[in-house]
């Protein structure tokens, strides 16, 4: 497996299809979202929620109490693919970057109750990957 991660790479999202891969994310079921600010990392686990544009953002229209924020869809450069295990289980992630290369956030693929992950997603994911439309 490998982990891409450069802006320059040719096998990643456009910065342009991050509100299709978004609106695709919020019907897929749990994911998890990890933001990583000042050596801190949030995590939201649960379902991706729907959003809507409005005054330059996307913006996240969880359930109350739930996952909601503002997406500057500007920012992000491109989305790279990170396929590599984590603490020795299979692991997926979309990982959103800016024009620096920085990561602004990630969501990994759900997992079942016993630990497996999403089957479905992990068919979607690696189509993606592979043909890089949404």
């Not at 456009?14 to 600010?37: C, D, F, K, M, P």
């Amino acid at each position: 497996m490998t982990n891409i991660s450069s802006v320059g790479a040719s096998h990643s999202l456009r910065g342009e299809q991050a509100e299709a891969l978004l609106r695709t994310l919020s019907t897929w079921g749990n994911t998890t979202t990890i933001v990583v600010q000042g050596g801190c990392v949030f995590e939201f686990k649960g379902a991706f929620p729907v959003g809507s544009i409005a005054q330059g953002f996307y913006n996240l229209n969880g359930s109350n109490p739930g996952f909601h924020g503002h997406i500057r869809l500007q920012s992000i450069a491109c989305i790279s693919f990170q396929d590599k295990p984590h603490r020795g289980r299979e692991s997926y992630a979309f990982v959103f970057r800016d024009s620096h290369d920085a990561i602004i956030f990630k969501v990994f693929l759900g997992r079942q109750r016993d630990g497996q992950l999403i089957a479905h997603q992990v068919v979607e994911f690696k189509r993606i990957q592979s043909t890089l439309v949404i």
